[in-house]
């Protein structure tokens, strides 16, 4: 079965500086999807960033980056010159492909708080 | 719609109660997925709709819990007999074919009291 773990309950950064959420995940598959999504207190699943296993490039999406380490089974989330509308919590996600479904599979989530 | 929605946003019901909450998906979108969120938690899968039959329910807890999507469109997640640790939010996401993630809606907060 698939797992994401994510160690850090919670982050406090200063307004405009970077910030890096760890995410790790455990799988027996050669292909997988790995997703980032932020949940702001509306409560929202909002879409971030995703990298595939087979993606040589580490995925970036304006401020947002992942930093994949397959090895090492990582995908940190970069997100750099943080604003105070990034307070929120974030979830690192695995998709787990079956008959078709494309289930996710989240971590516990990190709750970002972002200082001014 | 532009984005998923469900409704209601909120409900709070008595232990022992049954309750129904709706999916509306994003128009077209033809794979529906329910996910349950306990606080403090990461969302954890129930169901899977791939038009209108139910794919994969490997999630779903027990038998109170069920889920219907008729037309293939607007799902309703039906929970007979609440108990309190059915208590979450319950999120509701759709995607198309060739969609790299999955839509999610505001969710329904459920408290059983």
């Known amino acids: 079965a698939q797992k994401i773990t994510q160690t850090q309950p919670g982050m406090f950064v200063q307004e405009k500086e970077a910030v890096t959420l760890d995410c790790t995940y455990d799988?027996?598959?050669?292909?997988?999807?790995l997703f980032w999504y932020k949940q702001p207190s509306s409560g929202e699943m909002i879409f971030l960033i995703y990298?595939?296993?087979?993606?040589?490039q580490n995925a970036t999406e304006g401020r947002y980056s992942l930093n994949f380490q397959k090895a090492r089974k990582s995908a940190n989330l970069v997100i750099s010159a943080s604003q105070l509308g990034d307070s929120a919590m974030y979830f690192c996600?695995?998709?787990?492909?079956?008959?078709?479904?494309?289930?996710?599979?989240f971590g516990q989530g990190t709750r970002l708080t972002i200082n001014p | 719609g532009a984005g998923v929605s469900q409704t209601p946003s909120n409900k709070v019901t008595e232990k022992g109660k049954y309750v129904e909450l709706r999916c509306d998906p994003i128009s077209g979108h033809t794979a529906l997925y329910w996910y349950r969120q306990s606080l403090g938690q990461g969302p954890e899968f129930l169901i899977y709709?791939?038009?209108?039959?139910?794919?994969?329910d490997s999630g779903l807890p027990n038998d109170r819990f069920f889920a219907v999507r008729p037309e293939g469109s607007v799902s309703t997640l039906k929970i007979q007999r609440t108990e309190r640790g059915d208590s979450a939010v319950y999120l509701c996401?759709?995607?198309?074919?060739?969609?790299?993630?999955?839509?999610f809606g505001q969710g329904t907060r459920l408290t059983v009291v």
């Open positions: 996600a695995m998709r787990e492909e079956f008959q078709g479904a494309q289930k996710l599979v």
């Open positions: 996401a759709s995607t198309n074919q060739g969609d790299t993630e999955a839509f």
């Open positions: 799988t027996s598959d050669q292909s997988y999807g």
């Open positions: 709709f791939q038009g209108t039959g139910a794919a994969d």
């Open positions: 990298q595939g296993s087979y993606d040589e």
